[in-house]
């Protein structure tokens, strides 16, 4: 991935997050936390996803990857681009103050940023502090991928002295807005102190398959009272399969067919990825409501074109979810109350257009890399 991200140009920073939101509208998600790395076209990257996710209409949190691999200069590029975009955005892209007893309320923010943290392992402690004091400053957490491999580990241990969870704890990097993906290679004590911090942990099933990394203990991480979701780490957004491979994964890990319930895949998956998804467009004392039908919240609301073969109750919808529903029977796809996708047609992207264009930068890239 390393060379691939040195060889994108901002146009292929543009082609890739079109082609994304054209996956999303027509698998029905509606927000994304989007963490980018292009070392050789950092600056205004995030605006130009931000251009894209605005053409789309879709929700996002975005972040750019602050990482030592590519030397201090670019490390602290990286961060000043964070910097740069949230205080760049403006309403209705960003959280408002209160306006006072009486006026209007604010649309939820359909953008937002925090600071984008690449793993422990190619980080050091001066580029963590500088990011994590500028984090707080702005208000925002970090988005930081945790023991995704074991790797992380030992290098956290042979270089500090501490495992991962615990040296990032140190240096002030978890909390209720961090994001810490994977967390797959977590001992008991890291757990406890991923629910202490109320660190909010994503999972990433297809993603980790794919790597061969390993799978977290979802199952655990439930019954501690971590705020778990589920990701994909980029390997597409159909949610109804990554819903899906984790409840496989979590049998074939713990080799028990009981590992994780329908129904906990499906909270998972719905209730805390809307806390999650809220927390970070909104902020911690006002996240966006997302993922309820109720007066008040974001129209954001799905279709599905589903034919059950059996009648769906309370009791097995989680089931049905899971192994009957997929991305491809979305219809209709809706965001703040506007139409994105109708009867399966795009309303808001040409994705004719934006696959050809980004089949000819291909090219290019694939020359680049």
Same mark, same amino acid.
């Given at each position: 991935? =390393?060379?691939?991200?040195?060889?994108?140009?901002?146009? *292929?920073?543009?082609?890739?997050? &079109?082609?994304? &939101?054209?996956?999303?509208?027509?698998?029905?998600?509606?927000?994304?936390?989007d963490h980018h +790395?292009?070392?050789?076209?950092?600056?205004?990257?995030?605006?130009?996803?931000?251009?894209?996710?605005?053409?789309?209409?879709?929700?996002?949190?975005?972040?750019?990857?602050?990482?030592?691999?590519?030397?201090?200069?670019?490390?602290?590029?990286?961060?000043?681009?964070?910097?740069?975009?949230?205080?760049?955005?403006?309403?209705?892209?960003?959280?408002?103050?209160?306006?006072?007893?009486?006026?209007?309320?604010?649309?939820?923010? &359909?953008?937002?940023?925090?600071?984008?943290?690449?793993?422990?392992?190619?980080?050091?402690?001066?580029?963590?502090?500088? $990011?994590?004091?500028?984090?707080? !400053?702005?208000?925002?957490?970090?988005?930081?991928?945790?023991?995704?491999?074991?790797?992380?580990?030992?290098?956290?241990?042979?270089?500090?002295?501490?495992?991962?969870? %615990?040296?990032?704890?140190?240096l002030g990097v978890?909390?209720?807005?961090?994001?810490?993906?994977?967390?797959?290679?977590?001992?008991?004590?890291?757990?406890?102190?991923? @629910?202490?911090?109320?660190?909010?942990?994503? %999972?990433?099933?297809?993603?980790?398959?794919?790597?061969?990394?390993?799978?977290?203990?979802?199952?655990? /991480?439930?019954?501690?009272?971590?705020?778990?979701?589920?990701?994909?780490?980029?390997?597409?957004?159909?949610?109804? $399969?990554? /819903?899906?491979?984790?409840?496989?994964?979590?049998? /074939?890990?713990?080799?028990?067919?009981? @590992?994780?319930?329908?129904?906990?895949?499906?909270?998972? @998956?719905?209730?805390?990825?809307?806390?999650? +998804?809220?927390?970070?467009?909104?902020?911690? !004392?006002?996240?966006?409501?997302?993922?309820?039908? @109720?007066?008040?919240?974001?129209?954001?609301?799905?279709?599905?074109?589903?034919?059950?073969?059996?009648?769906?109750?309370? $009791?097995?919808?989680? =089931?049905?979810?899971?192994?009957?529903? *997929?991305?491809?029977?979305?219809?209709?796809? /809706?965001?703040?109350?506007?139409?994105?996708?109708?009867?399966?047609?795009?309303?808001?992207?040409?994705?004719?257009?934006?696959?050809?264009?980004?089949?000819?930068? $291909?090219?290019?890239? =694939?020359?680049?890399f």
């Open positions: 991935w =390393w060379r691939l991200d040195r060889a994108l140009t901002p146009q *292929d920073v543009y082609d890739s997050a &079109l082609v994304c &939101l054209v996956d999303a509208i027509r698998h029905g998600t509606t927000t994304l936390i +790395a292009s070392p050789n076209a950092c600056l205004g990257s995030l605006d130009i996803i931000a251009t894209a996710f605005r053409e789309a209409g879709l929700r996002g949190c975005l972040c750019y990857e602050v990482s030592d691999r590519e030397g201090k200069d670019k490390a602290r590029a990286g961060i000043r681009e964070n910097e740069r975009f949230i205080k760049a955005l403006t309403p209705p892209d960003r959280p408002s103050p209160s306006q006072g007893e009486g006026a209007s309320p604010a649309p939820p923010p &359909l953008l937002s940023g925090m600071m984008g943290l690449h793993a422990s392992f190619t980080l050091s402690d001066e580029t963590i502090e500088e $990011a994590v004091g500028v984090a707080r !400053h702005l208000g925002v957490g970090c988005h930081i991928h945790v023991a995704e491999d074991d790797a992380d580990v030992r290098d956290s241990v042979e270089k500090h002295g501490l495992r991962t969870v %615990h040296r990032l704890q140190h978890l909390g209720p807005q961090t994001i810490a993906a994977h967390c797959i290679h977590v001992n008991s004590r890291e757990l406890r102190l991923l @629910a202490e911090t109320g660190t909010l942990v994503v %999972h990433n099933p297809r993603s980790n398959m794919n790597n061969a990394v390993g799978t977290a203990d979802v199952p655990e /991480m439930v019954r501690r009272g971590i705020m778990v979701g589920l990701g994909n780490d980029g390997f597409g957004n159909d949610m109804f $399969a990554e /819903m899906t491979a984790a409840y496989l994964a979590q049998k /074939m890990a713990r080799a028990d067919p009981q @590992a994780l319930p329908a129904d906990d895949v499906v909270r998972v @998956a719905v209730a805390h990825n809307a806390h999650i +998804a809220g927390v970070s467009l909104g902020g911690l !004392h006002s996240p966006v409501r997302l993922g309820q039908l @109720a007066v008040g919240a974001p129209a954001d609301v799905i279709l599905v074109d589903y034919k059950p073969p059996t009648p769906v109750t309370a $009791a097995n919808l989680p =089931w049905h979810l899971i192994f009957g529903v *997929d991305g491809g029977m979305v219809t209709t796809t /809706m965001v703040a109350g506007r139409l994105l996708m109708h009867n399966r047609q795009l309303l808001t992207l040409d994705e004719e257009r934006i696959f050809a264009q980004a089949r000819r930068h $291909a090219a290019a890239l =694939w020359q680049r």
